[in-house]
Each structure stands twice: as structure tokens, then as C-alpha cells.
């Protein structure tokens, strides 16, 4: 069970198409973050932002088919030291995005070193690689990049050493590019839609969800990008896509996670991403993603 939690915000838009996801831990943190925190009954220590230049301060680079691959390259090899650093000395680390290609950083460095699940809870795949994606954009890279799938192979910084496929598991997708719906098909990762999701009901899925990526693995990582929910609930994203689950949904897969961490202390590392105040609705996207994390780390109604 989760007693201590290390808050790491990655405030970077250098990922995605549109601007202000940057904002995102500040949102998050302003929203009550580590009183929701202090809620669930952990205790919870921030320290800071990952060093991130403004986009402005930054070239975009000659891959266009991975736009500022070399930033977030650069903020991910910190990201991955500081998750790396909170799992050694005995906390959770809950990194704050930021876009989701923060996420390569999250995963490398909570599988540094031992064997680690994932469960991706997102609209999208993720599952492009620079050769197959349709706008180069790398936070639809991210799990790919972990995996080390294509051109991500050589590039040591991006790949998650202890992640298998067998161990992935996605949750709610409904949004998918063709070759990125080929990729997964020929893949070993786990894929529910969100059509499993309506035909089984949400706790099934989830706890298959869950017992895929906790199967013979020290650990699970847990990514939770805030469009996977409806943009009725969370209208502050940058790529939002009706059909996702509700608010009360969201809270239930996330309880899901602190039973099953409370029973066998599986939950290594939690991120919460692609929240963009610029996009939200009185900042509800942000409490939103603070409630979930207070639900993962074992707040409880009763």
C-alpha cells in the first residue's frame, strides 16, 4: 500500500500539437493536489518541475517525423533519474505532465531496474513510431518508444528495459490511426475499447486490466492521460474524443487500483497527463486528474 508519494511535474508541450499542456502541473498542483494526497492518508513530498525550456527557447529540430525529438529526449533522461530516485528510497513517484510523451521518462525510469507492468489508461493507442505517424507529434509515440518498437530500438533512452508486452495493457481506447491499429494487432500488448468496456462493464476489464500488467512483474505503472474521460467531464485536453468513460467510471478504475495495491503493494509509479488549463472549464479538468490520483492512492469514501 502506497504510505509515500514524490510529486514530479514535467511541464512540456514539446509532444503535442497544441500548446498550454505545459501548464498542467501547475493546474494540478493549484487544484488541492497534495491535500487530496493527504487524504488518502500518504504522506507527500513535491519537489518541483524537471528543468523544461520553453518551446521558444528551443529549435524545432530536422526530424520532422519526431518534432523536437532532442527535447524531449532531454527532459525525459531527467524525468527518468527523478522517478528512478523516488522508487529507491521507498516512494511512489507521481509525475505531473505535461504531455504524454513524459510518460517514455515515467516508464524508463520505474522499470529501471526490475521487471514492470503498465496499464494505459487513454483514448489513444500511442503506438506510433516516427516512421508511421501521421504528424510526428511524439506524445502518440510514447509507448512505442518504451517497447523500443522501430527507429525507437536505437535510441537507449526511450526504451524501458524491465517493460515487456505481455505486461502492457491499454484501457478505453477509441481513437486509433491505421497503422497504429495494425501495430497493436500485431503486438503482445493487452488492448480493451471502449466497446469492451460497454459490452463487460468497466470493473471487468479494468481488473483483467490490471491482473496483465501485475502478472510476474515487481511492479505496475499506471498512465493516466485526463482524455480518456468524455470532454463532458474533462474539457481541458488537447485531443479530446467523445465516448469516453464518466467521472464516476474514472473514480471506480482508479479505486480498482488502490484494492489491488492495498492487497499486494503492486502500484510502483502513477503520472497524470495532457491536462491544458488553456482548454479547461473553471480549472475542473485539473481537479479532476487531482481527485483520480487521491483515488489511486487509496482515498476512500468510506
Known amino acids: 500500500m502506497t504510505n509515500a508519494v514524490r510529486i514530479i511535474g514535467a511541464p512540456t508541450d514539446y509532444g503535442a500539437n497544441r500548446r498550454?499542456?505545459?501548464?498542467?502541473?501547475?493546474?494540478?498542483?493549484?487544484?488541492?493536489?497534495?491535500?487530496?494526497?493527504?487524504?488518502?492518508?500518504?504522506?507527500?513530498?513535491?519537489?518541483?518541475?524537471?528543468?523544461?525550456?520553453?518551446?521558444?527557447?528551443?529549435?524545432?529540430?530536422s526530424d520532422v517525423n519526431a518534432r523536437h525529438?532532442?527535447?524531449?529526449?532531454?527532459?525525459?533522461?531527467?524525468?527518468?533519474?527523478?522517478?528512478?530516485?523516488?522508487?529507491?528510497?521507498?516512494?511512489v513517484p507521481l509525475v505531473l505532465g505535461g504531455d504524454h510523451s513524459v510518460a517514455i521518462g515515467s516508464m524508463a525510469g520505474s522499470a529501471r531496474t526490475d521487471p514492470t507492468g503498465v496499464v494505459w489508461f487513454d483514448a489513444h493507442g500511442d503506438f506510433n513510431t516516427p516512421?508511421?505517424?501521421?504528424?510526428?507529434?511524439?506524445?502518440?509515440?510514447?509507448?512505442?518508444?518504451?517497447?523500443?518498437?522501430?527507429?525507437?530500438?536505437?535510441?537507449?533512452w526511450a526504451t524501458a528495459a524491465g517493460l515487456s508486452e505481455e505486461n502492457v495493457a491499454l484501457v478505453g481506447l477509441r481513437d486509433l490511426d491505421e497503422s497504429e491499429r495494425a501495430a497493436i494487432r500485431a503486438s503482445d500488448v493487452t488492448a480493451y475499447t471502449m466497446s469492451d468496456i460497454d459490452e463487460r462493464g468497466l470493473t471487468t476489464v479494468v481488473e483483467d486490466a490490471l491482473a496483465v500488467a501485475a502478472d510476474g512483474v515487481e511492479g505496475i505503472h499506471v498512465s493516466l492521460d485526463l482524455d480518456w474521460l468524455d470532454p463532458n467531464e474533462a474539457p481541458g485536453v488537447g485531443t479530446p474524443v467523445r465516448g469516453g468513460v464518466t467521472y464516476r467510471e474514472a473514480h471506480a478504475a482508479m479505486e480498482l487500483l488502490a484494492d489491488l495495491d492495498?492487497?499486494?503493494?503492486?502500484?510502483?509509479?502513477?503520472?497524470?497527463?495532457?491536462?491544458?488549463?488553456?482548454?479547461?472549464?473553471?480549472?475542473?479538468?485539473?481537479?479532476?486528474?487531482?481527485?483520480?490520483?487521491?483515488?489511486?492512492l487509496g482515498k476512500r469514501i468510506l
Open 20 to 61: 498550454g499542456v505545459d501548464m498542467g502541473p501547475s493546474a494540478i498542483r493549484y487544484a488541492g493536489l497534495d491535500r487530496q494526497i493527504r487524504a488518502a492518508g500518504a504522506a507527500c513530498a513535491d519537489i518541483g518541475d524537471v528543468r523544461a525550456p520553453l518551446m521558444e527557447e528551443r529549435e524545432n529540430g
Open 262 to 296: 492495498r492487497r499486494y503493494d503492486v502500484l510502483r509509479s502513477l503520472e497524470l497527463v495532457e491536462v491544458n488549463p488553456i482548454l479547461d472549464e473553471r480549472n475542473q479538468t485539473a481537479e479532476m486528474a487531482a481527485e483520480l490520483a487521491a483515488s489511486a
Open 69 to 91: 525529438i532532442d527535447a524531449v529526449r532531454e527532459v525525459n533522461v531527467r524525468l527518468a533519474d527523478d522517478v528512478a530516485a523516488a522508487i529507491e528510497d521507498g516512494e
Open 131 to 156: 516512421s508511421t505517424s501521421p504528424s510526428g507529434n511524439v506524445h502518440g509515440m510514447p509507448l512505442a518508444a518504451a517497447l523500443g518498437l522501430d527507429e525507437f530500438a536505437e535510441m537507449d
